[in-house]
């Protein structure tokens, strides 16, 4: 029997023995086997390799129109292009779309819709750009504003936030597309992800007049732009704003708001907006507790952060893996490691099995606080357990064994890692370079950079500051110039690290004016590669020991007008050379007084309060005026019970 024939047999009789694999309503067709092609005229037409026989009968696709403007069998071709776009066969689905224009059949919006978000899923959305600017001239389909949002959504989904906005500003203004509420909300989600939240906060107000009122979706998009750039009182603001307006707040819109808060570490005003939010009718969830408790940890408030543990529970909102996870971070934070690894014990008694992450954060932990012997047991443990290593986990291990000096050691777990097919990151070798330099072993820690290029793992300015910083402090400084070049021809900008530990090797090699012209350098980039007071030690120091005070002191000023603090070590460092340089030598008490009354009129009181403290524990002579200065300072009304609470700190600690 010819296909075509069968075919017609199993759609007419619904008591075939042989089950069909068609169905008109959920289409889901092999194209890769059987493609669509213009029809037969005749069933009895041979079959050839140009014209496959379509695996639906002609019958369903008649010309002769059926209500209205609609033929039949269209409603098939809809569902075929649904299926086509929902299982990602985009090459059937053109031809599918070229078989429907070749029979004149009308192309509904409503089917594009999900072809859009297919390419969305398929992480195209030029194509779907492009099918959008098509549907008008090519398929007579004129596209609305829901195809617009569509495809404005699938954009910003990609993050492609610049690009989203030019598509937006081109449609609205060539084509009859009215925005709507949706529109706007993807407009202020692509501002507020760009960072521009005085534009977005234009918008926001542009919607009124244009007949569109915001709803929760655009308070809460504005709200969490404004308190991811600090503006948590704007953001506070509308709270009240959209209730006046009559749009009722939910409990993601109190989430944004509290967790903005507790960021910035304001626990007092996120607890009163919990308050408000019982009183609005919204329940605090899981994400609400999760915020505070992450809130309260960060302000080192553990105990509050178990005992609103305890409500998350009596609440009946079950805690999850970043609850559990946040609590004992925050102990380990505290150098309290081993009552979270207590907690984890109690946790899994209960039926809890921590997941990764938690094991990362303690084995890091035990190894910080000198107890690698407990961290290799819960490492044992871990894969005992069946919890299976992440990157995360394996760095940590390798970064602990580094810190006791095992370098060996790790190397066998990041071969472990790779065995385990996971990739070791930039942190996990830099941290192993860290390790062979630490012990003397820079050969390794070359070769381990040499193995790192050659398993394509990206490298990063973290890695480059390592292996410069291991070769100035081993006296390579040929081979950290080289690579130093290298960075830079790599376009990788150095970090304060890098330029410090070049400054240094430099320095060292009594190539003192180098330093200098390097740390120019340094002067004139961003802010991100800045000196700090370890810079300027590296300096000091060189200069002292060329005996070329005045030399550090002009250096000094400048450290104090770009606003870096001097410290002990900056301290000892103009002491020493006061002491041991200078003809007849001085005590250096009159040039401390000095950096006291400078510090003190650019107002940086707590620095001028370090130095004080020097003087005090070098014996130094101190003045009654520079005394009375800096302790009415400190004991202003609002720093007074700072400044008792130090007090007993220091009398009893």
């Known amino acids: 029997m010819p296909v075509t024939n069968s ?72 569902s075929l292009v649904e299926n086509c776009a929902t299982s990602g066969d985009f090459g059937s689905l053109q031809r599918v779309f070229d078989r429907m224009k070749r029979e004149r059949r009308v192309f509904i919006e409503k089917i594009f819709i999900p072809v859009f978000r297919a390419y969305g899923k398929a992480h195209s959305p030029e194509k779907a750009v492009d099918l959008f600017y098509r549907m008008e001239d090519e398929f007579q389909c004129r596209p609305t504003v829901r195809s617009f949002n569509t495809v404005f959504n699938v954009i910003i989904q990609e993050r492609m936030y610049y690009r989203a906005l ?278 390794k820690a070359i070769l381990l950079w040499k193995e790192m290029e050659n398993n394509s793992c990206l490298d990063n300015e973290v890695c480059y500051s390592v292996l410069i910083n291991g070769l100035c402090e081993d006296g390579k400084l040929r081979e950290a110039m080289m690579v130093w070049k290298k960075m830079l021809g790599r376009g990788f900008m150095p970090d304060v690290v890098s330029y410090s530990s070049m400054i240094n090797g430099l320095c060292n090699a009594g190539l003192v004016e180098q330093g200098l012209k390097l740390f120019n350098v340094m002067l004139c980039h961003n802010s991100t590669s800045q000196p700090d007071v370890i810079t300027y030690n590296i300096l000091f120091h060189a200069l002292c020991k060329q005996s070329s005070i005045s030399h550090a002191i002009n250096l000094l000023n400048i450290m104090l007008d770009r606003g870096c603090d001097p410290d002990l070590v900056t301290c000892n460092i103009f002491l020493k050379a006061l002491r041991e340089t200078l003809n007849p030598p001085q005590d250096g008490s009159q040039f401390l007084e000095e950096l006291v009354a400078r510090l003190y009129k650019r107002r940086r009181i707590a620095a001028a309060s370090k130095i004080v403290e020097v003087m005090l524990q070098k014996f130094l002579p101190l003045k009654a005026s520079t005394w009375e200065m800096v302790v009415q300072e400190i004991c202003k009304p609002r720093k007074i019970q700072a400044a008792i609470d130090k007090c007993w700190s220091d009398l009893f600690c």
């Open 7 to 78: 075919i017609r047999t199993r759609l007419r009789g619904k008591l075939s023995p042989v089950p069909c694999k068609f169905s008109l309503c959920s289409a889901r067709v092999n194209f890769s086997v059987v493609s669509i092609s213009p029809t037969r005229t005749s069933p009895n037409e041979p079959e050839n390799g140009d014209h496959i026989q379509p695996p639906i009968s002609d019958e369903l696709f008649k010309a002769g129109p059926k209500l209205g403007p609609y033929k039949l069998g269209d409603s098939t071709f809809y």
């Open 166 to 443: 030019e598509f937006h500003a081109d449609v609205v203004s060539n084509n009859n597309i009215s925005p709507n509420v949706l529109t706007f909300n993807l407009v202020i989600k692509a501002m507020c992800k760009l960072g521009l939240i005085d534009r977005a906060v234009e918008v926001f107000r542009e919607m009124p007049p244009r007949n569109c009122a915001p709803d929760v979706f655009t308070y809460c998009t504005l709200m969490d732009g404004l308190c991811k750039e600090d503006r948590i009182d704007e953001a506070v603001s509308l709270l009240d704003e959209m209730q006046i307006e009559g749009c009722f707040p939910s409990s993601v819109t109190f989430n944004v708001l509290i967790h903005g808060l507790c960021k910035k570490g304001d626990m007092g005003r996120a607890a009163k907006l919990v308050e408000n939010m019982l009183l609005k009718g919204c329940v605090p969830n899981e994400v609400t507790y999760n915020t505070l408790i992450h809130g309260l940890c960060l302000k080192g408030k553990l105990g509050k952060a178990i005992s609103l543990l305890e409500r998350m529970v009596q609440s009946k909102c079950v805690p999850n893996d970043v609850t559990y996870g946040t609590i004992i971070n925050g102990l380990v934070k505290q150098g309290r490691t081993l009552d979270g690894l207590q907690l984890l014990v109690l946790l899994e008694e209960r039926g809890y099995h921590a997941n990764e992450y938690v094991y990362s954060t303690l084995v890091s932990g035990l190894f910080k606080d000198g107890k690698s012997g407990e961290a290799i047991r819960l490492w044992k443990e871990m894969l005992d357990k069946q919890c299976k290593p992440n990157t995360v986990v394996f760095s940590a291990l390798i970064d602990g064994l580094c810190r006791e000096g095992k370098p060996d050691e790790a190397k066998e777990i990041l071969s472990e890692m790779e065995n385990n097919h996971c990739m070791p990151n930039a942190y996990a070798y830099s941290s192993l370079m860290k390790g062979f330099f630490k012990t003397g072993n820079s050969h």
